[in-house]
């Protein structure tokens, strides 16, 4: 535990920016924003209860949490044609995401997202392809030696917890170290999630050909956009400047950060 990252989930740190940053920059009462966050992970659901997300006077940050097939399930039910809707943009002032965003729903995403923005903190300049394919397409468990100007990271990426345990275990035991592990608990990372819809006829749960199609329709969103680096994005960039302060500051670790407790005994009770 001293070990993981204290960074809260997108959707925890999204959701305290609404309810203090959006809400300040608007001037509506937090207790009257009501924020739903659509998750493919069931667990989001436990998540967003924690005691760890609430604002001081009790309120929650995140006040409901539905799953992609529950999404899906209402807008057939209310009968909303959603391919011919006419296309419009997310509203701001966090309407703008990169490329880097939209790959954290595959397994290595996360990895890849952060080595766009540590490569350059590193060197001081861009990486010069922004595709880290030694992350990609993971099967379970992947270890590599990843080269940036004189260093050597050595990182690692798992989905699934039992591939989880064979790679946190080498650390335990002393037999590798890591720079930056990456892991999901879901096969494939959150592409396979336990909230996603069910899968169309001619698949079957968990169907390696269905993670890698949703994994191919994200890196697609990805390698179509200009903005690809979050640390490039113009809209954060403003938030740190105009509200958050330093990264890792005090509001910024208040806001974007968390902590946790070790649950015994452990397993399931």
Same mark, same amino acid.
């Given at each position: 535990?001293?070990?993981?990252?204290?960074?809260?989930?997108?959707?925890?740190? !999204?959701?305290?920016?609404?309810?203090? /940053?959006?809400?300040?920059?608007?001037?509506?009462?937090?207790?009257?924003? #009501?924020?739903?966050?659509?998750?493919?992970?069931?667990?989001?659901?436990?998540?967003?209860? @924690?005691?760890?997300?609430?604002?001081?006077?009790?309120?929650?940050?995140?006040?409901?949490?539905?799953?992609?097939?529950?999404?899906?399930?209402?807008?057939?039910?209310?009968?909303?044609?959603?391919?011919?809707?006419?296309?419009?943009? #997310?509203?701001?002032?966090?309407?703008?995401?990169?490329?880097?965003?939209?790959? #954290?729903?595959?397994?290595?995403?996360?990895?890849?997202? &952060?080595?766009? =923005?540590?490569?350059?903190?590193?060197?001081?300049?861009?990486?010069?392809?922004?595709?880290?394919?030694?992350?990609?397409?993971?099967?379970? !468990?992947?270890?590599?030696?990843?080269?940036? +100007?004189?260093?050597?990271?050595?990182?690692?990426?798992?989905?699934?917890?039992?591939?989880?345990?064979?790679?946190?275990?080498?650390?335990?035991?002393?037999?590798?170290?890591?720079?930056?592990?990456?892991?999901?608990?879901?096969?494939?990372?959150?592409? +396979?999630?336990?909230?996603?819809? /069910?899968?169309?006829?001619? /698949? @079957?749960?968990?169907?390696?050909? !269905?993670?890698?199609?949703?994994?191919?329709? !994200?890196?697609?969103?990805?390698?179509?956009?200009?903005?690809? =680096?979050?640390?490039?994005?113009?809209?954060?960039?403003?938030?740190?400047?105009?509200?958050?302060?330093?990264?890792?500051?005090?509001? &910024?670790?208040?806001?974007?950060?968390?902590? /946790?407790?070790?649950?015994?005994?452990?397993?399931?009770?």
């Amino acid at each position: 535990i001293p070990n993981a990252s204290s960074c809260r989930s997108p959707m925890a740190m !999204l959701s305290a920016l609404l309810k203090h /940053y959006y809400a300040e920059k608007e001037g509506i009462a937090p207790q009257d924003l #009501f924020v739903v966050a659509v998750m493919p992970c069931v667990a989001k659901k436990f998540e967003a209860a @924690r005691p760890e997300f609430r604002m001081d006077d009790g309120t929650p940050e995140t006040d409901a949490v539905i799953t992609t097939r529950e999404l899906i399930w209402m807008i057939k039910c209310y009968g909303i044609d959603l391919i011919n809707l006419p296309k419009d943009l #997310f509203d701001n002032p966090f309407g703008e995401s990169s490329g880097a965003a939209d790959i #954290f729903g595959t397994t290595g995403g996360v990895m890849e997202a &952060a080595l766009r =923005s540590a490569v350059e903190r590193l060197t001081g300049a861009p990486p010069e392809a922004l595709e880290f394919t030694e992350v990609r397409a993971v099967e379970g !468990l992947r270890e590599r030696e990843l080269r940036v +100007g004189d260093l050597a990271l050595n990182i690692g990426v798992a989905n699934g917890l039992t591939n989880a345990k064979r790679l946190l275990d080498k650390v335990v035991n002393g037999e590798k170290e890591f720079h930056l592990i990456e892991v999901m608990a879901c096969p494939g990372g959150c592409i +396979g999630g336990g909230g996603q819809p /069910y899968p169309p006829q001619g /698949y @079957r749960f968990l169907d390696r050909r !269905l993670l890698a199609a949703r994994a191919k329709a !994200l890196y697609a969103i990805d390698s179509g956009k200009e903005l690809r =680096s979050s640390i490039r994005n113009p809209q954060i960039q403003t938030l740190y400047k105009d509200y958050l302060g330093e990264p890792g500051g005090e509001k &910024a670790h208040k806001l974007l950060h968390t902590h /946790y407790a070790p649950r015994l005994p452990r397993g399931i009770r």
